[in-house]
T-cell receptor, first 120, second 109 residues
């Protein structure tokens, strides 16, 4: 259980275009999802917390107009990189918080497989 | 803000050797998590720890929740080539998850 599906896994786009990345919780409801950015050989950098039915909470230094997050349902959050530029090229990973009472599975994050964005 | 430190930053070991890595913080956490990330993939949960002093195993992996609640360690016994990857620790308080910078493990045949 607790599977997060992220799509697309790879995307190449031209500078100035917008790209949408989807993150779905397949077998559980996720009221909270998190979006991370990861540069090569570096750690996970939290970009924003996506809350179902309300506005996302962005980390300091992350442009909310650049990285649009929508969490319209309990199983889907989307990240749209608007007017993408080469410096936006990165590995973007979503995760969802798994709640519940299970000993091994409660209050953990389950990650998607990531989306590699290349902006030409 | 809250920060986690992981050591070592990277390590090269021979296949069959045991591995030990740790995670420390100046803050107390209610949950400690260990993840492994393969190249080009998202992190995968290895072990979750919920109580101070808790020792939990998952196959060849063993992790412990430090008694001060400010640290955790992960041991891997009898390493194999597929253990290669980046190991991240994470501490949780409420809805806030903080990740360490990772330990990069390389296994030499």
């Amino acid at each position: 259980g607790a599977v997060v599906s992220q799509h697309p896994s790879r995307v190449i786009c031209k500078s100035g275009t917008s790209v949408k990345i989807e993150c779905r919780s397949l077998d559980f409801q996720a009221t909270t999802m998190f979006w991370y950015r990861q540069f090569p050989k570096q750690s996970l950098m939290l970009m924003a917390t996506s809350n179902e039915g309300s506005k996302a909470t962005y980390e300091q230094g992350v442009e909310k107009d650049k990285f649009l997050i929508n969490h319209a349902s309990l199983t889907l959050s989307t990240l749209t990189v608007t007017s993408a530029h080469p410096e936006d090229s990165s590995f973007y990973i979503c995760s969802a918080r798994v709640t519940g009472t299970g000993v091994s599975g409660a209050n953990v994050l389950t990650f998607g497989a990531g989306s590699r964005l290349t902006v030409l | 803000g809250q920060q986690l430190n992981q050591s070592p930053q990277s390590m090269f070991i021979q296949e069959g050797e045991d591995v030990s890595m740790n995670c420390t913080s100046s803050s107390i956490f209610n949950t400690w998590l260990w993840y492994k990330q393969d190249p080009g993939e998202g992190p995968v949960l290895l072990i979750a720890l919920y109580k101070a002093g808790e020792l939990t195993s998952n196959g060849r992996l063993t992790a412990q929740f430090g008694t001060t609640r400010k640290d955790s360690f992960l041991n891997i016994s009898a390493s194999i080539p597929s253990d290669v990857g980046i190991y991240f620790c994470a501490g949780r308080n409420g809805q806030n998850f903080v990740f360490g910078p990772g330990t990069r493990l390389s296994v030499l045949p």
